[in-house]
């Protein structure tokens, strides 16, 4: 079965740029989006089909999928951003999700 | 605004069914734009998707849950609900219920743009 397949960890300096992998066989032909998830909460959606920010998304958030892989950016990354991500796709009629990387900022 | 609302037993016992119904408001079950859906958490993993649901009743299953998993919807109280039988304690995580957007091309749930706050639901005699 697909599988996607994410570091567990990422870390960063403030006001630089992180980027979370989300890697799978040709990933690039298939549409990706990426979800923030702080402690207590729920998901939030910040990349959909690869690329496109919902509203209410800040413009630092960008994502790419070409390939095996699928790359969430966050440019001049801020404490806020501090959160778990997560990939997720669409294969063979089951919606999957990658397991997730911890982002610290310091 | 689109707010969805989980509510059922936070506590189910081991073999017997948990049931849980997810209530939609600012937006309607019956439009045909959009999947609805549920994802689990268990406590201090990542996500797992369950199953989505259009509004005809058309589902898609995890393939690992799907012989115990039933999603149905309810158009008259713009609900829809998730049934998990024979549960264990591998099943005890937060359900969110949420909304997913077919893609530019294609028509599947493919991402999920809003979701409730969740609801834990333990398993456990």
């Known amino acids: 079965s697909y599988e996607v397949t994410q570091p567990p960890s990422v870390s960063v300096s403030p006001g630089q740029t992180a980027s979370i992998t989300c890697s799978g066989n040709n990933l690039g032909n298939k549409f990706t989006s990426w979800y923030q998830q702080k402690p207590g909460q729920s998901p939030v959606l910040v990349i959909y089909?690869?690329?496109k920010r919902p509203s209410g998304i800040p413009e630092r958030f960008s994502g790419s999928n070409s390939g095996n892989t699928a790359t969430l950016t966050i440019s001049g990354t801020q404490a806020v951003d501090e959160a778990d991500y997560y990939c997720?796709?669409?294969?063979?009629?089951?919606?999957?999700f990658g397991g997730g990387t911890k982002l610290t900022v310091l | 605004q689109l707010q969805l609302q989980e509510s059922g037993p936070g506590l189910v016992k081991p073999s017997e069914t948990l049931s849980l119904t997810c209530t939609v408001s600012g937006g309607s079950v019956s439009s045909s734009d959009y999947f609805w859906g549920w994802i689990r958490q268990p406590p201090g993993k990542g996500l797992e998707w369950v199953g989505s649901?259009?509004?005809?009743?058309?589902?898609y299953y995890n393939p690992s849950l799907e012989s115990r998993v039933t999603i149905s919807v309810d158009t008259s109280k713009n609900q829809f609900s998730l049934k998990l039988t024979s549960v264990t304690a591998a099943d005890t995580a937060v359900y969110f219920c949420?909304?997913?957007?077919?893609?530019?091309?294609?028509?599947?749930?493919?991402?999920?743009?809003?979701w409730g706050q969740g609801t834990l639901v333990t398993v456990s005699s």
């Open positions: 089909q690869d690329t």
């Open positions: 649901i259009f509004y005809s009743g058309y589902t």
């Open positions: 949420a909304r997913a957007q077919p893609p530019s091309r294609g028509w599947y749930p493919s991402f999920f743009d809003g």
């Open positions: 997720q796709t669409w294969d063979s009629s089951t919606v999957l």
